[in-house]
């Protein structure tokens, strides 16, 4: 096929840049335009020198409608409100919409559902291999080990993380509800301060970290009497997610319009 052309939005950030040079390196893709807010400082300059891989000729702009029209997909790390009107605008233009923002409210992102009637929209918490292989292994394990395993998940990032949970424990809890056939949002534990009380049978707790320039830290604890089992992933590097959101970009160059997991990409639904 030819080279899959990119939209990468929100491009001046530090993952927008991520994306563009994971996209300089992976065969079958290239950007062909990169979009950033009105009034942004780096309008007008090249996203390629921008990203430190040599000049692209693909100018940063504000016009994301005509951007999304000339696109065969698009990579957006951005925030929840503008990865909603982004999905619009794929929606429009029929093309693969891959979603990795994360601090997404309850339900905030059930409109996705209707532009992925038009769009190939791939969504998850995390982009990377590893962390999805993760979540399969700890679904596995909340199938495997009864209540008497309490389950926890811990997360820690860098201090200018502004979400928490991460998107990445989230879908650690869901895999882990999900093993154990119970609704993540009648279990969560998001935080414990003063006189809690005895843990309840059943929840699943969340701890949070933040700090320094962690790129991101998961374990998943299944604590039982006597002993414990540990599942942990440690991101080393930006550009893993980077690469995985191109990876996924396609995956679904080629398929029907629908609402797909990097689940779906690794084949770890089958």
């Given at each position: 096929?030819?080279?899959?052309?990119?939209?990468?939005?929100?491009a001046a950030g530090r993952m927008g840049r991520a994306l563009?040079?994971?996209?300089?390196?992976?065969?079958?893709?290239?950007?062909?335009?990169?979009?950033?807010r009105s009034g942004s400082e780096?309008?007008?300059?090249?996203?390629g020198e921008l990203a430190g891989v040599?000049?692209?000729?693909?100018?940063?702009?504000?016009?994301?409608?005509?951007?999304?029209?000339?696109a065969d997909g698009v990579l957006d790390f951005t925030a929840p409100v503008a990865s909603l009107e982004f999905a619009e605008l794929a929606a429009q233009a029929r093309i693969v919409h891959v979603i990795g923002t994360t601090g997404w409210a309850e339900d905030e992102d059930k409109p996705l559902f209707a532009a992925a009637r038009h769009a190939r929209i791939v969504k998850s918490g995390n982009m990377s291999l590893g962390v999805n292989l993760l979540a399969a292994l700890v679904k596995k394990a909340a199938q495997a080990l009864d209540a008497d395993f309490d389950i926890e998940v811990l997360e820690m990032h860098h201090k200018h993380k502004v979400d928490a949970p991460s998107g990445t424990a989230l879908l650690l809890g869901e895999a882990a509800a999900e093993?154990?056939?119970?609704?993540?949002a009648e279990h969560s534990v998001?935080?414990?301060d003063g006189i809690t009380g005895a843990?309840?049978?059943?929840?699943?707790?969340?701890?949070?970290?933040r700090g320094g320039s962690v790129i991101g830290e998961h374990s998943v604890i299944f604590a039982g009497e006597g002993e414990r089992i540990e599942l942990t992933h440690r991101a080393e590097d930006r550009q893993l997610f980077a690469k995985?959101?191109?990876?996924a970009a396609l995956w679904a160059f080629d398929k029907k319009p629908g609402f797909y997991s990097m689940a779906d990409v690794l084949g770890l639904n089958d």
């Open positions: 096929m030819s080279e899959m052309r990119l939209v990468v939005v929100g563009v040079r994971a996209v300089a390196e992976i065969e079958g893709a290239r950007v062909c335009a990169a979009i950033e780096f309008l007008g300059q090249d996203i040599g000049t692209l000729g693909v100018a940063v702009t504000d016009d994301a409608l005509s951007a999304f029209a000339a093993g154990r056939q119970i609704p993540l998001r935080s414990r843990r309840k049978s059943g929840d699943i707790g969340f701890a949070t970290l995985g959101a191109v990876k």
